[in-house]
């Protein structure tokens, strides 16, 4: 059975929500890097999307940062309508009732 996707990989939109995870942990790259087992300067590399990510490197990095392989991946998938809801909820959630209004 062929499925006819495109499969574009966005690794710069990988390596921003990579940071973005990070950073809601409070970790700096060394600590992710020690966390995940890799080097420091290829977190580095992959959060700027200079580096292609390997699939056992993103997996080291999701269970590192206890986010799911989806949540990275959301911007190069077809389905991932759940993701994006997710966090335009945490986005309303921290929102003020003046903020909610606008």
């Known amino acids: 059975m062929y499925y006819d996707v495109d499969l574009d990989i966005d690794y710069k939109a ?3 929500r990579i940071r973005a995870a990070r950073e809601r942990k409070g970790l700096k790259q060394h600590n992710l ?7 420091a300067t290829n977190i580095s ?11 056992p490197t993103l997996l080291k ?6 986010v799911s392989m989806d949540e990275l991946l959301c911007d190069s998938l077809t389905k991932s ?3 994006f809801t997710g966090e335009l909820a945490e986005i309303v959630d921290k929102c003020t009732d003046k903020e909610l209004k606008l």
Do not use: M, P, T
Not at 61 to 66: F, G, H, T
């Open 81 to 83: 309508k759940h993701i």
């Open 33 to 39: 890097a020690a966390l995940a087992e890799v080097a």
């Open 45 to 55: 590399h992959i959060e700027r999307g200079v580096a292609k990510v390997s699939l």
């Open 61 to 66: 990095i999701a269970n590192s940062l206890e």
């Open 14 to 16: 990988i390596g921003r």
